[in-house]
């Protein structure tokens, strides 16, 4: 008997057809004699329909009472299946973050879990219950509830299973597997069997939102295997594990497309040390977290600085830039959001030379100009117009060998 982890996306519960039809799947796991834990989100659409609800209530809405407001997706959806489970006469029961014992820390709309209680579980599990759970939540040490940024309930999967010791963690979604790139920009993209967890978190990183950021990092910590598939299908997936011999040998693995940055250049910047800190020191102090930064050198002990942001903090950037760039004396500040961060990834690459420039001739043969650059030791960015973002991942595709073969 095997203890499974099972998580629902948004397009696999939304609506009530769609939640029997995950019923159907959780029975039919349950019927083969698996214990199992169900991690739901909310139905798709409705955290942004509640997002935008919140807007018209308030310009910039109270973080804590947006927590509670979003968290509300997944009660719903929880309660449902768990509705449709008992109907049909299964055990079953309902929980959300805090009754599951997921406790976090207190930063509102992008929470970490602390550590899981797992007691209401296990004595549900115990009782012969199939355990749904309200993903993307959790409550801080005050029992004000929080949620775990976009995507969350896939964390909320993975550390319900590493607490548990579950034996497999299932992500539940609307393609069936981690492809090499976005199957949706790309017509040539080819699922992936097993992928590492170091490629599979540069990958989410760089904005492949197949999994959420923080899944990987909790699954790469606990050696939680985590398997991605479909659920419209039977077909098995992708197995997220640690690097092994079989996996396929390519320097370049995956490549992705991030659309969620835009730009932020402060010019004629005081060319003196202590700058860089008087900036970056208050967007740190906000929460926003600074992706690329570039400092251009000019002449007459002035400097450019480029850094990109995520768009959602774009606004609070921009005023916290302005200030800042008052308070050191007459910088122009000029703004991009039309932007784009295309990356390639792979293990491959600690031993390849010679990736970065296959990279550039690829974007130049379509004359895509490179507005920033930045590396790793497994992968490379760079940032060009957003126009240019798909065409740019298919032509990437092909260089690096990824097409099927014909
Ligand atoms: P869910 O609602 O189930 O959590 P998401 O929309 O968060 O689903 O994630 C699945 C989506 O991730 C896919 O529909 C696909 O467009 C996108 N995606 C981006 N990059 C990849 C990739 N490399 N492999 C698979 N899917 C990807
Ligand atoms: N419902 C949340 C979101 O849309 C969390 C999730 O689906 O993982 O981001
Ligand atoms: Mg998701």
């Given at each position: 008997m095997a203890l499974r982890v099972q998580k629902y996306g948004g397009t696999s519960v939304a609506d009530i057809e769609h939640i029997n039809h995950v019923a159907d799947r959780v029975q039919k796991a349950h019927d083969k004699g698996d214990k199992l834990v169900v991690v739901l989100s909310a139905m798709s659409g409705v955290t942004d329909s509640l997002i935008s609800l919140a807007k018209q209530a308030s310009k910039r809405p109270d973080k804590r009472e947006l927590d509670a407001l979003l968290a509300t997706g997944e009660q719903t959806t929880a309660a449902l299946l768990a509705m449709i489970l008992k109907s049909r006469g299964y055990k079953a029961k309902s929980f959300l973050g805090f009754q599951a014992g997921i406790h976090t820390d207190k930063?509102?709309?992008?929470a970490r879990i602390l550590?899981?209680?797992?007691q209401n579980i296990q004595s549900a599990l115990k009782e012969g219950n199939i355990a749904v759970v309200a993903g993307f939540q959790g409550a801080d040490e005050d029992g004000t509830i929080t949620t775990l940024g976009r995507g969350g309930s896939d964390t909320s999967a993975v550390a319900i299973a590493s607490s548990l010791k579950a034996d497999v963690c299932e992500i539940f979604t609307d393609v069936d597997g981690v492809y090499t790139t976005d199957p949706r920009i790309c017509s040539n993209a080819r699922k992936i069997n097993k992928i590492s967890y170091e490629e599979m978190l540069e990958m989410a990183i760089l904005g492949?939102?197949?999994?959420q950021i923080r899944s990987v990092e909790f699954a790469k910590k606990y050696n939680v295997p985590i398997h991605v598939r479909?659920?419209?299908?039977e077909e098995e997936g992708t197995m997220v594990v640690n690097e092994s011999s079989?996996?396929?040998?390519?320097?370049?693995s995956g490549i992705t497309c991030d659309m969620n940055e835009a730009r932020i250049t402060l010019k004629k910047v005081p060319d003196q040390p202590g700058v860089s800190a008087k900036i970056f020191t208050p967007l740190a102090e906000a929460e926003i977290c600074v992706d690329m930064i570039i400092q251009n050198t000019r002449s007459g002990g002035e400097t450019d600085l480029t850094f990109t942001v995520p768009k959602d903090d774009f606004e609070q950037a921009k005023e916290i830039s302005h200030k800042v760039a008052k308070n050191l004396g007459a910088v122009e500040i000029l703004t991009a959001e039309e932007i784009a961060k295309v990356s390639v990834i792979g293990l491959g690459m600690k031993s390849h030379s010679g990736v970065a420039a296959t990279m550039f001739q690829a974007l130049a043969s379509e004359n895509i100009n490179i507005r920033l650059i930045s590396t790793s030791e497994i992968r490379i960015s760079c940032i060009i117009l957003a126009k240019y973002a798909e065409l740019a991942v298919r032509t990437l595709h092909t260089a690096f060998g990824l097409d099927p073969e014909k």
């Open positions: 930063t509102s709309g992008k550590d899981i209680n797992g492949a939102k197949v999994l479909s659920s419209f299908s079989d996996m396929e040998s390519v320097v370049v």
